[in-house]
């Protein structure tokens, strides 16, 4: 096994040759999984550049460049990764230290970094500050007062933008951030008294506002509805308090299909009722010079990543038949159901190097851990398994290892590999620790 060394990709690396954009030879996607397989051992996490430039260029176009996009490293923050996004997208959206110190180690400029969460200890904002933090999104009133405090023992004034919470997430969201009781940004009730208070802080400049309220839509109505409620917060807010901002966040909400029978969602659909509303935002003075911005992970980086796991035994119980894997939910929570699901569904999945003409059967797939909760499928209809065989589980490029109990049962990590127009790009196992900056 190679490539086990940390591999920086050299900016404006050609993206031809990678599984979704074709290969300058004519190697399949299947070839390449098995290829990266071989080479570099399972369970294995391999990331499509191709595929993430692809989409990177889809949301510049469908929104005509109106916004600038920001990337959540909590998605996946693969060392490789961050240093390849560095010159496709515009910013990082941190919610750690360690994330921070991840895109500084991957060559961000962290002047290009925001800095989200909810709990961010003292050490933590002094890190950052001190570090030449872009903006950090200030999530509560008593987080201001810390952050003015620290941001003035450092000699520095410290750009920040204030993460609303709105009253209201429209129906469609895997996931909401607000709407409810929350413990993400101020309540947009309470905004009106906290906003002066922060304004007044001496070493804080207010430069923008933030919201991420919900994840994981794949209905464009849903996604349209809330971006307007975003817009009408934004407008509302920066009136009542005479703001002219820097930036305004809108968090996406953009989703990807991860289950048999989800519809991808129709992005230009999205794009057509969301860019005359930008456009009308945009015409009002206060707005003419804002940076509108797009806060997103998984439908940047989510379709383009395969989790690659080998059979290592096949077991009939009591009537079913089982692949035993060599890797489950201790690298890949979400695939086992375990991770914001309300139902576990099976993700999406192929056998690699299938016969085409082999009768598809029931299995259940199972990792290795000692839990009935380690599958990674039930019932899924696949070609009878064998010993040996590779599966690959789709929609794995985000929330994989970042998201996954790594440490359960000490079976080690997986490895991960990029795929690029330069072939096979292995960044070595998954990294837990923090690095602080080299
Ligand atoms: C503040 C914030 N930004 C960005 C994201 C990324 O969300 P997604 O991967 O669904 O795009 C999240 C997800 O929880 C978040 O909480």
């Not at 000699?155 to 209201?168: L, W």
């Not at 409810?180 to 309470?190: A, C, L, M, W, Y």
């Not at 001496?202 to 991420?212: A, D, E, S, T």
């Not at 692949?323 to 999406?348: E, K, T, W």
Request: neutral net charge; hydrophobic residues 40%.
């Amino acid at each position: 096994m190679d490539g086990q060394e940390f591999t920086a990709l050299a900016p404006g690396t050609p993206m031809t040759g990678t599984a979704t954009t074709g290969s300058p030879g004519s190697e399949t996607l299947d070839e390449l999984l098995a290829r990266s397989a071989q080479r570099f051992g399972t369970p294995q996490f391999l990331y499509d550049t191709g595929a993430i430039e692809a989409r990177i260029n889809k949301l510049r176009a469908a929104f005509g460049g109106r916004f600038a996009l920001s990337y959540a490293v909590k998605a996946n923050p693969n060392p490789g990764l961050l240093a390849w996004l560095r010159d496709r997208v515009d910013y990082l959206d941190v919610s750690s230290i360690g994330e921070f110190h991840r895109g500084r180690n991957a060559g961000w400029e962290p002047a290009r970094a925001s800095f989200t969460g909810p709990a961010k200890r003292d050490h933590e904002l002094r890190e950052a500050i001190g570090g030449g933090l872009g903006e950090l999104i200030v999530e509560s009133l008593r987080e201001a007062r810390r952050a003015s405090a620290i941001a003035g023992a450092l000699g520095r004034v410290q750009d920040v933008m204030v993460r609303i919470s709105p009253d209201r997430v429209p129906k469609g969201f895997g996931g909401h951030m607000a709407g409810q009781t929350s413990p993400f940004g101020i309540d947009v009730e309470d905004v009106d008294t906290a906003l002066p208070e922060i304004a007044a802080l001496p070493n804080l400049r207010i430069v923008g506002l933030h919201i991420f309220s919900g994840t994981q839509s794949l209905r464009a109505e849903a996604i349209v509805e809330n971006y307007a409620l975003l817009a009408e917060i934004f407008r509302q807010v920066s009136a009542r308090h005479d703001l002219r901002p820097r930036k305004l966040v809108f968090g996406s909400g953009l989703g990807i299909p991860y289950h048999e029978g989800d519809m991808p969602l129709d992005l230009g659909a999205v794009a057509a009722e969301t860019v005359p509303m930008l456009d009308a935002l945009r015409a009002e003075p206060r707005f003419a010079e804002t940076r509108l911005t797009l806060e997103l992970g998984r439908y940047l980086v989510g379709e383009a990543g395969y989790f690659l796991v080998r059979v290592v035994s096949i077991k009939r119980s009591r009537g079913r038949t089982i692949a035993l894997c060599d890797g489950g939910m201790n690298n890949h929570l979400p695939a086992s159901g375990q991770f914001g699901m309300v139902i576990a569904r099976n993700y999406r999945m192929h056998l690699v190097g299938a016969d085409p003409e082999a009768e598809p059967v029931d299995v259940d797939l199972s990792g290795p851990l000692c839990t009935s909760i380690d599958r990674l499928a039930r019932g899924i209809r696949l070609p009878p398994l064998a010993e040996g065989d590779l599966i690959a589980v789709h929609q794995s490029g985000a929330y994989g290892p970042t998201a996954s109990p790594l440490g359960f049962i000490s079976h080690g990590l997986p490895v991960e590999v990029l795929a690029t127009g330069q072939g096979l790009v292995g960044t070595g196992r998954v990294s837990l620790c923090v690095e602080a900056p080299r």
